[in-house]
């Protein structure tokens, strides 16, 4: 009797450890491995400047700003995810940048707390740190394997994850597309 408890422990806490030490899947899929890196230095752009990172920033390649071309963007490392995107009114499948790694290669200043995305048409939102450290929110470059134009709302569009997450609400998400400056805060 006493090796038949001993046996079921031993199962029951095998099986426990294993339900503990599985990780539900990422939300994202890595498409390029990043080949620039927080301490990298980011190489002036060569090509025509889609994006400005201003404030309180330590990695600059311009002055007092970070610039970067889509090349030198996508360095970074781009990943994709799938959303039911509320404003297309269909799924889609964005690639691009994680913010959270898009922060640590301009090296975000520590005091900072928001990221103000400003669009091309001025309009601006602001998107707290904290949920860019909490969720893989994307700088999107890529519709379903297209690069986005001004015309699909590109060059960079921000994505929430929020099929993936049920804290986030699709009115909570931050979606400013046709973006052309962060403005770290």
């Given at each position: 009797?006493?090796?038949?408890?001993?046996?079921?422990?031993?199962?029951?806490?095998?099986?426990?450890?294993?339900?503990?030490?599985?990780?539900?899947a990422?939300?994202?899929?890595?498409?390029?491995?990043?080949?620039?890196?927080?301490?990298?230095?980011?190489?002036?752009p060569?090509?025509?400047?889609?994006?400005?990172?201003?404030?309180?920033?330590?990695?600059?390649?311009?002055?007092d700003?970070?610039?970067?071309?889509?090349?030198?963007?996508?360095?970074?490392?781009?990943?994709?995810?799938?959303?039911?995107?509320?404003?297309?009114?269909?799924?889609?499948?964005?690639?691009?940048?994680?913010?959270?790694?898009?922060?640590?290669?301009?090296?975000?200043?520590?005091?900072?707390?928001?990221?103000?995305?400003?669009?091309?048409?001025?309009?601006?939102?602001?998107?707290?740190?904290?949920?860019?450290?909490?969720?893989?929110?994307?700088?999107?470059?890529?519709?379903?394997?297209?690069y986005?134009?001004?015309d699909?709302?590109?060059?960079?569009?921000?994505?929430f994850?929020?099929?993936?997450?049920?804290?986030?609400?699709?009115?909570?998400?931050?979606?400013?597309?046709?973006?052309?400056?962060?403005?770290?805060?």
């Open positions: 009797m006493m090796h038949r408890v001993m046996s079921v422990s031993l199962v029951l806490i095998a099986l426990l450890a294993a339900a503990c030490g599985s990780q539900p990422p939300a994202y899929e890595v498409v390029a491995p990043a080949s620039v890196n927080q301490g990298s230095s980011i190489p002036a060569t090509e025509a400047v889609i994006l400005t990172v201003t404030g309180a920033i330590n990695n600059k390649n311009a002055g700003i970070l610039e970067f071309d889509m090349p030198t963007l996508e360095k970074i490392g781009l990943v994709k995810y799938t959303v039911s995107d509320p404003w297309l009114q269909s799924e889609v499948t964005y690639t691009g940048v994680l913010m959270s790694e898009l922060l640590e290669v301009a090296e975000v200043s520590d005091s900072a707390t928001t990221v103000r995305v400003v669009a091309l048409d001025d309009y601006a939102a602001d998107i707290p740190i904290s949920e860019i450290e909490t969720w893989p929110i994307l700088l999107a470059t890529q519709a379903d394997g297209e986005l134009t001004v699909t709302n590109g060059p960079t569009r921000i994505i994850p929020y099929d993936t997450y049920s804290d986030i609400t699709a009115a909570r998400n931050m979606s400013v597309w046709n973006n052309k400056l962060l403005e770290i805060r």
